[in-house]
């Protein structure tokens, strides 16, 4: 980047020039027709100006001498101001160091807390944290919000610096403050970072007639490790199932479609919807299903996304009864763009729709049957999970009953 803006700084300065006197909308004209200078700048030419004299100012004034900025860093600023303007908090420009982090990330492996942050209505929040994790060792909770990182408060920040500022190399620690819905005061939390490798599925047995499966996140593995959690939970005859998707960040959207397959005999799972043709598409189940019988899934405040998906469709779809909390709300589809030197740019491209049209972003999934509650992970001390074990017994008593 730093020789492409190198190349083009005698172009610039010709062109500021010109516009200093008076060029707005000067024509060249060629042999093959007009060229006005206005079609290769990315802003009006009295903004491009505006940003000479900024950065002219800065460099002159600023009390701070020894810290004058590289183009390069300068450029990576003004791109990250420009898709922050677009008031997306999801949408977001990543320099190349940031991206190849990015795709260390999505192989499930870095270091630092185990937490998923989200932003909504110009918070940052915890979507959750992840289980065995230092964020969920300390007692972090979903929508709990981050008010400071060690020295800085980070009230109206970009998520993407949250998320660096929380990430690190194992062994190197960290304090946060959130303010929790029901408390005066923030709420500290010392940690260390780790290495943190993700499980997607866990599994256990609730009772002899109904198996419980966890999904923590949705990432390429799930479906493989979903569809052989199924399989130990049918070929010990269970006829039941609770579908754990409390704390769930969402993850891969191809991911989440082929868990609802295993559970819906054809039909849409859901679509997304967006300006351009790419945007729109349906997605389906495929005929048949790996489990027929009776299901419940738990969601709360920290399901999202991808988890939201496939508790919408099962509501929808009347598959399952869904209950817990009101999910999280986030419901878009972003998309990489790769730019020529190594840096990119994840636009929102479409929103999530249930399959009866219901929008999800912004508004989030609500439960047919309401717990109030905290995901433990025990049976005897979790309230949200002895609703969903009852609702399912409840179904299978009601099948007993309709072969007699």
């Known amino acids: 980047m730093k020789k ?25 004209t060629g042999a093959r027709g007009e060229f006005q200078f206005k079609d290769i700048l990315p802003f009006e030419a009295q903004y491009v100006w505006m940003m000479k ?18 183009d390069e860093e300068l450029f990576y600023g003004a791109m990250k101001g420009m898709v922050a303007a677009w008031g997306d908090p999801y949408s977001r420009f990543v320099d190349p160091d940031e991206l190849k982090q990015e795709e260390i990330d999505i192989e499930g492996e870095y270091g630092g807390l185990g937490i998923y942050i989200g932003s909504k209505d110009g918070k940052i929040l915890v979507i959750s944290p992840i289980e065995g994790t230092p964020a969920h060792k300390v007692g972090l909770e979903p929508m709990d919000e981050i008010v400071k990182v060690d020295d800085d408060i980070v009230l109206g920040w970009n998520i993407n610096d949250v998320v660096k500022m929380l990430r690190g190399e194992p062994g190197s620690k960290v304090t946060i403050w959130v303010r929790r819905e029901g408390h005066d005061e923030l709420l500290k ?19 002899g007639d109904v198996a419980y499966i966890r999904i923590s996140h949705f990432t390429q593995k ?5 569809k052989s959690a199924l399989k130990v939970a049918l070929d010990t005859q269970a006829k039941g199932l609770v579908l754990d998707l409390r704390n769930n960040p ?5 991911a989440c479609v082929a868990v609802a397959d295993y559970f819906l005999d054809g039909g849409e799972v859901v ?9 729109n598409e349906v997605f389906n189940a495929n005929p048949g299903a790996l489990f027929k019988g009776p299901v419940a899934v738990l969601i709360n405040e920290g399901s999202a996304s991808a988890s939201e998906i496939v508790a919408g469709a099962f509501k929808d779809r009347d598959r399952a009864v869904l209950v817990g909390e009101k999910s999280f709300g986030k419901g878009s589809v972003q998309t990489l763009f790769k730019l020529p030197e190594g840096s990119g740019l994840f636009v929102t491209i479409a929103r999530y ?14 439960p047919h049957v309401k717990v109030e509650g905290k995901y433990t992970g025990k049976l005897e001390d979790d309230e949200q999970l002895k609703e969903a074990l009852k609702e399912v017994e409840a179904f299978l008593v009601k099948a007993r009953e309709a072969k007699r």
Not at 189 to 207: A, H, Y
Not at 250 to 254: E, K, P, S, T, V
Not at 353 to 366: A, C, K, L
């Open 4 to 28: 492409f803006i190198s190349k083009k700084k005698g172009f610039l300065l010709g062109l500021l020039l010109l516009i200093l006197f008076g060029s707005l909308g000067l024509l060249v």
């Open 53 to 70: 004299q900024a950065r002219s100012i800065l460099e002159t004034y600023h009390v701070n001498d020894q810290n004058k900025k590289s």
């Open 189 to 207: 939390f010392e940690m260390t970072r780790e290495l943190i490798k993700i499980d997607s599925v866990s599994q256990k047995r609730l009772t």
């Open 222 to 226: 799930t479906p493989e490790e979903m």
């Open 250 to 254: 969402g993850g891969l959207l191809d």
């Open 271 to 279: 679509s997304i919807r967006g300006r351009v043709d790419r945007a």
């Open 353 to 366: 729709y249930t399959p009866s049209g219901v929008v999800i972003d912004g508004v989030g999934i609500e």
